[in-house]
């Protein structure tokens, strides 16, 4: 037996009932927008508010990923620097410059952060 595409299957129960709005009192049906409007607000606020925490936890791991990448980098262009100093090869300009760089990247970087840091505390 088949079906035709807009008839319920054997067993099923339908749509759920629509509530009928009430039609005779015109204040009832501002009220309810004004609640569902309401609710609206409610709603995007608290969504909003959990954008920024999301935001700023992905901003401290990004901060923190940031400064260990800088630390590394400062600190194996070091080692490399003693390396060829060891050597007696050119240990200024290429591992002692770029050792130079990324420290002072990594410096203002830890500045930035605390100066942001204190500054939130503040407001």
Known sequence: MT??????LDGDIGPAATAVPDRSSPAGEAGKAEAAA??????????AERRR???????RVT????A??????AYDSVATAVRARGRGDDWLYPPAT?????GVLLAG?????????????AS
């Open 3 to 8: 079906h035709a595409p807009d008839e319920p």
């Open 38 to 47: 309401e609710e609206l607000r409610r709603y995007e606020a608290e969504r």
């Open 53 to 59: 925490r999301a935001d700023a936890v992905a901003g």
């Open 63 to 66: 901060f923190w990923l940031a």
């Open 68 to 73: 260990a990448l800088l630390a590394f980098l």
């Open 98 to 102: 770029n050792a130079a760089i990324f």
């Open 109 to 121: 970087l830890l500045l930035w952060g605390l100066r942001r840091r204190r500054r939130r505390g």
